[in-house]
């Protein structure tokens, strides 16, 4: 399996910044897309932005210029830069990986654990 490990979660003022990283290791051939869920306390989990290796970015409305997704593929890592952040950033965000390995036929998703962010205002 692939193991996903959160890192840089914590608590902040609104309109401040934070950067959030996930680092993967195991046993896998490719790691594409990369990306961040978030889930609130009562609702579903969703979406914030993906990355490609190639360096494609996609983002959730919500957090469109004010977050941006980035990754170390020497490393395996994938970092989320979050600036101007609000009351409803409040969230555990999890990162998410797509892989192909060969205890997985096609491709498979692994969760880290997720790490919490809560912003005051």
């Known amino acids: 399996q692939v193991q996903l490990v959160e890192s840089g979660g914590g608590s902040v003022q609104a309109g401040s910044s934070l950067r959030i990283s996930c680092a993967a290791s195991g046993s896998f051939f490719s790691i594409d897309p990369m990306g961040w869920y978030r889930q609130a306390p009562g609702k579903e989990r969703e979406l914030v932005a993906t990355?490609?290796?190639?360096?494609?970015?996609n983002y959730a409305d919500s957090v469109k210029g004010r977050f941006t997704i980035s990754r170390d593929n020497a490393k395996n890592t994938v970092y989320l830069q979050m600036n101007s952040v609000k009351p409803e950033d409040t969230a555990v965000y999890y990162c998410?990986?797509?892989?192909?390995?060969?205890?997985?036929?096609?491709?498979?998703?692994?969760w880290g654990q997720g790490t919490q962010v809560t912003v005051s205002s």
């Open positions: 990355i490609t290796s190639g360096g494609n970015t």
């Open positions: 998410y990986a797509e892989s192909r390995a060969t205890w997985c036929i096609g491709v498979c998703g692994s």
